[in-house]
């Protein structure tokens, strides 16, 4: 007994869950985030030059709403000793919860046949069950059927709430796209213009607000975005899925080419955003109330698509 005192006492020590960051559920924040990819460059050879200047800005604001403090996470991974504690916590519920049904199916079939009797008649049915009641008392069985549901109970228990998860609510956002991309090209088919190259300018501009997704219209709650955040008051983490745009980004293309295969002019046309960026996790800096933070990625790609993303957040509870 002294030794499962003592392991008690030094699991409460090594992770104590730190309630002074949860806030009421209801309570409201905004996530804010500001994606900026840059990338410039140039190659050149003797027969083709390729340059390129690019910048693409999304700002987004996602409105929050904190949910109940619960003992697991909606974000965060369960780690090997919480996986294990779970599953021997649901084996041991299925395990009890089957001896008490075992026990009672005697008591359950008796009182299946006084329904059957009585049919639709309820004073007969409660009158034949308080008999019922009466004669049976607490039998062995049914003590030891009792300690099962209690033990039922007590296996459900997964322990104190350890995590906090805030959900969206609302979201809007702001784009600018700004690009530049001029090729030089000795292609065969560029032999009788001046030098035997082909020259190509291309120009995409566009900025405004992020519209709604198009399940919007029948959807409305679709207009939310799936951001969250969730604070773990045991690690003192926050794990935060970034809200992201939820539509194409609209910009004009605007192309100058004397390419014998190519068309000047200007077009529409819609950029889609990656949809794939990964949860963040970052240790609390304070009280998870006012929370900020920056990660510079270097993203892999030819020429202009591979240049640098600049990932800035800030979430602040109200």
């Known amino acids: 007994m002294k030794t499962q005192m003592m392991l008690v006492i030094l699991l409460c020590v090594a992770a104590p869950v730190h309630a002074e960051l949860f806030v009421a559920a209801g309570a409201k924040g905004t996530l804010e985030v500001e994606y900026v990819y840059d990338a410039a460059g140039k190659t050149q050879d003797q027969y083709d030059t390729h340059e390129w200047r690019v910048k693409r800005a999304v700002n987004l604001t996602a409105q929050l709403s904190a949910q109940a403090p619960a003992p ?113 090209d000795a292609d065969p088919i560029c032999m009788e213009l001046p ?46 899925a970034l809200p992201i745009p939820l539509n194409a980004l609209s910009y004009q293309q605007t192309v100058r080419t004397d390419d014998p295969e190519e068309k000047s002019g200007t077009t529409t046309q819609s950029m889609l955003v990656p949809r794939d960026v990964k949860p963040i996790t970052v240790a609390l800096a304070g009280d998870g109330r006012d929370e900020s933070g920056q990660q510079v990625i270097k993203l892999s790609g030819k020429a202009e698509e591979g240049g640098t993303l600049t990932l800035r957040w800030h979430f602040k509870a109200q």
């Not at 919007?216 to 969730?230: M, T």
């Open 72 to 184: 697991l996470p909606g974000l965060h991974q369960l780690d090997a000793r919480q996986q294990t504690e779970l599953t021997n916590k649901r084996a041991s519920a299925a395990d009890s919860a089957q001896k008490a049904q075992q026990k009672t199916a005697p008591m359950m079939a008796d009182i299946e046949s006084i329904m059957a009797k009585c049919g639709e008649d309820e004073a007969c049915m409660e009158k034949a069950i308080a008999s019922y009641g009466m004669s049976k008392g607490m039998t062995p069985e049914l003590e030891s059927a009792k300690q099962d549901v209690a033990d039922v109970v007590k296996a459900s228990d997964l322990g104190p709430p350890r995590y906090q998860i805030w959900r969206a609510t609302a979201q809007k956002g702001t784009y600018t796209i700004d690009e530049t991309i001029h090729r030089v």
């Open 195 to 240: 030098g035997a190259r082909c020259t190509s300018d291309m120009s995409n501009k566009g900025a405004g607000d992020i519209s709604p997704p198009p399940s919007a219209k029948r959807d409305p709650a679709s207009a939310a975005g799936l951001s969250a955040l969730e604070v773990d008051s045991v690690k003192q983490t926050l794990m935060i």
